[in-house]
């Protein structure tokens, strides 16, 4: 456990109460404690916090009518270049849920995107946020007959410390289901990730393991696949299958550089209504080449497949033939219907 949170309760005791509360330690413990409503795990938040730092204020808002909800907590010291250890926002409008999920999925949707570990039901985005996409049983259904949800993005700062197991995760976790009481969400309460949960660091390339690893993963449909054996195929697992998105990237290596490895195949998942722009040209309308789309859940889903054109032994009609592959495995895993391709 951090100093602080040590410290500040032997303050309390030794200083009194005129003299304690203006002490850092015992600040940052105050700090913690209530930011957020209450809601962050105190040990989560002293390690993601990074040395030789104190806890500088906390600050939040609801929106009752625009069902909405955010809070931060910010961080002051001499090494810290960013004064935010971390913001959160939740969105209960599907019109707000739409617009965060087209600035971190522009154009086409190929972003950058990193799973979450199995079971929780979201991603880590392009921006290194974690979003969390619940069910609101409790809200009922929109205008549209679709069930109501609650999307909760909680984004770490720069100088957070990325070396601590599943500190971040029980974070947006504590976080989700907080918010989700806030709301009358209704939503069954998330858990947290086991301790030796990877921690989030955007600055990784996505670990890749070789095509017969990938086997009893949301991406193993790929070592059935009749990709070429000639090919010393890597993949990199990027879905749950509880989360709104995911993607399976396969690469090859270098064969002068073992370290260097070339991502040849993307295949992408996306679940929701407001998918459907994804699948579509920029500008004029018309579909992708390798796309598909069914009916997950009483709303839309929409695979899509980017791949290179020159690959060894894998032209036009292997293409979409794993495209087929891969959507029929996710139909599959989420219990979809009506699936259907636009070659």
């Known amino acids: 456990m951090r100093r602080w949170v040590k410290v500040s309760v032997a303050a309390a005791v030794v200083l009194g109460v005129g003299g ?16 957020c409503g209450g809601a962050l ?6 390690q993601l916090a990074p040395d030789d730092s104190h806890l500088k204020d906390e600050e939040s808002g609801r929106y009752e009518e625009l069902g909405s909800y955010w809070c931060s907590l910010g961080i002051e010291g001499s090494e810290v270049h960013d004064e935010r250890l971390l913001e959160m926002q939740a969105y209960t409008r599907r019109d707000d849920q739409d617009r965060e999920f087209m600035s971190v999925f522009p154009e ?31 809200l009922g259904k929109d205008a549209e007959g679709r069930q109501r949800k609650l999307l909760v993005r909680t984004w770490m700062g720069r100088d957070v410390k990325v070396g601590v197991p599943g500190a971040a995760y029980r974070t947006a ?4 289901n907080s918010a989700s009481d806030k709301f009358g969400c209704g939503a069954e309460p998330l858990k947290e990730p086991d301790g030796d949960a990877v921690p989030v660091d955007s600055e990784d390339d996505p670990k890749t393991v070789p095509l017969s690893e990938a086997a009893g993963t949301p991406c193993g449909w790929l070592t059935k696949a009749g990709l070429p054996e000639s090919t010393a195929w890597r993949v990199a697992v990027g879905m749950n299958d509880a989360a709104p998105t995911g993607h399976c990237d396969v690469s090859t290596t270098d064969a002068e550089d073992p370290a260097e490895q070339d991502t040849q195949l993307v295949f992408v998942a996306w679940y929701g209504d407001w998918s459907n722009r994804l699948t579509a040209e920029d500008g004029n309308g018309e579909r992708l080449s390798l796309t598909a789309t069914a009916h997950c859940d009483g709303e839309a889903a929409n695979f899509a497949l980017s791949a290179n054109d020159d690959i060894p032994g894998v032209g036009t009609a ?18 979809c219907s009506g699936l259907r391709f636009s070659f």
């Open 108 to 138: 086409e949707g190929f972003s950058a995107q990193a799973p979450l570990p199995a079971g929780l039901p979201g991603f880590i985005d392009r921006y290194n946020a974690i979003q969390l996409l619940l069910d609101c049983p409790d």
């Open 20 to 35: 304690w509360i203006a002490q850092p330690y015992v600040q940052d413990w105050a700090l913690a404690r209530n930011a």
């Open 41 to 46: 795990p105190g040990d989560a938040v002293e």
């Open 173 to 176: 976790v504590a976080l989700a």
């Open 318 to 335: 292997a293409k979409q033939r794993l495209l087929k592959d891969f959507a029929q495995d996710q139909v599959r895993r989420r219990g």
